[in-house]
């Protein structure tokens, strides 16, 4: 079946603008995360929804970001006046439940510039 | 809090060397262990998983057992392959948060 998909694959945008990244989980996943990735580091832990709820934001890194999940599906991940700093890959994963032992699954990743 | 550690790469070897990238971990409580690998240019997939202790989680010839009483979860290969160039990250959790905490990823090169 299908795996996560992740959209754009790529974006270039210049600081200061607004931008929107997408992430629809695999069918029938109810849990989501987010991650990101930035050069020469490791994957940083950004948020997670259960079903449409994200009980817990402290991940995020500033208040520019923020992100939402519309009818247990698709997830948006959306970082307001966007900073040099903010240049990373971004993953989006997802998993049947939220327990421990479930497998998460990844997506391609949006890589994100900032210029 | 939780943590891993796994070796520093980049890790070269010659095509059908044998293969080990240590990762240790510090934990509370019984997490279960992951090995993912990022092929050049693509997502990260899972290798091989384990959840609970003395269980060996195996693919595509690559094994890694969760060793408890050494707070270890290492890699291994018999006989890499060109294919096998990648990078490899050692994860462990999903933690309260149900986020997996990650080690900082080994970069594996094989030279034919």
């Known amino acids: 079946g299908a795996g996560v998909s992740q959209s754009p694959s790529n974006k270039v945008t210049e600081k200061g603008k607004d931008v929107e990244l997408r992430c629809d989980p695999i069918?029938?996943?109810?849990?989501l995360y987010w991650y990101r990735q930035s050069l020469g580091q490791g994957l940083e832990f950004l948020i997670y929804?259960?079903?449409?709820?994200?009980?817990?934001k402290s991940g995020l890194p500033s208040d520019r970001f923020s992100a939402e999940r519309t009818g247990g599906s698709v997830s948006t991940l959306t970082i307001q006046r966007t900073q040099q700093e903010d240049s990373a890959v971004y993953l989006c994963?997802?998993?049947?439940?939220?327990?421990?032992?479930?497998?998460?699954?990844f997506g391609p990743g949006t890589r994100l510039t900032v210029l | 809090g939780n943590s891993v550690t796994q070796m520093e790469g980049p890790v070269t070897l010659s095509e059908e060397a044998f293969l080990t990238i240590n990762c240790t971990y510090t934990?509370?409580?019984?997490?279960?262990l992951f090995w993912y690998v990022q092929y050049p240019g693509e997502g990260l997939q899972l290798l091989l998983k384990?959840?609970?202790a003395d269980d060996k989680g195996s693919n595509k010839g690559f094994e890694a057992t969760y060793r408890k009483e050494t707070t270890s979860f290492h890699l291994e290969k018999g006989s890499v392959q060109v294919s096998d160039s990648a990078v490899y990250f050692c994860?462990?959790?999903?933690?309260?948060?149900?986020?997996?905490?990650w080690g900082a990823g080994t970069k594996l090169i094989i030279k034919p």
């Open positions: 994963a997802s998993s049947f439940q939220l327990v421990a032992t479930d497998t998460q699954y």
């Open positions: 069918s029938g996943h109810t849990a």
């Open positions: 929804f259960q079903g449409n709820s994200a009980p817990d």
């Open positions: 934990a509370t409580g019984y997490p279960s």
């Open positions: 384990a959840t609970k």
């Open positions: 994860a462990l959790g999903p933690d309260s948060n149900y986020q997996l905490i």
